[in-house]
């Protein structure tokens, strides 16, 4: 797996989503050095493909949204998203067989 800084991606758990109408195509799990469970992460399927939605909530009254757990740089996001999805890809191609 991926491994910069200190941060290590040592799992990856995907659960496909089932709706043709749903924009959310998986939920996602992932394990942090072995010692951090993240949960609640999503695969959207938005105006410019496919990618990782953090955890949050919308604001009240807004359209805005408010992250629970997100990554602090653009170097973990990058390699955790390249994770997610790839195996998010290997999960739908293995159900397709």
């Given at each position: ?40 992460l ?12 953090w ?18 740089s ?24």
């Amino acid at each position: 797996m991926n491994k910069h800084s200190n941060l290590e991606i040592t799992a990856v758990q995907i659960w496909p989503v089932h709706k043709a109408e749903s924009r959310i195509k998986a939920m996602a799990t992932i394990t942090v050095n072995d010692s951090l469970r993240l949960s609640g992460l999503k695969i959207v399927d938005g105006r410019n493909g496919l990618f990782v939605s953090w955890p949050g909530e919308k604001k009240a009254g807004t359209d805005h949204y408010f992250n629970f757990i997100y990554p602090v740089s653009r170097e973990i996001g990058d390699a955790i998203q390249r994770e997610v999805m790839e195996r998010y890809h290997q999960t739908v191609l293995a159900q397709a067989a």
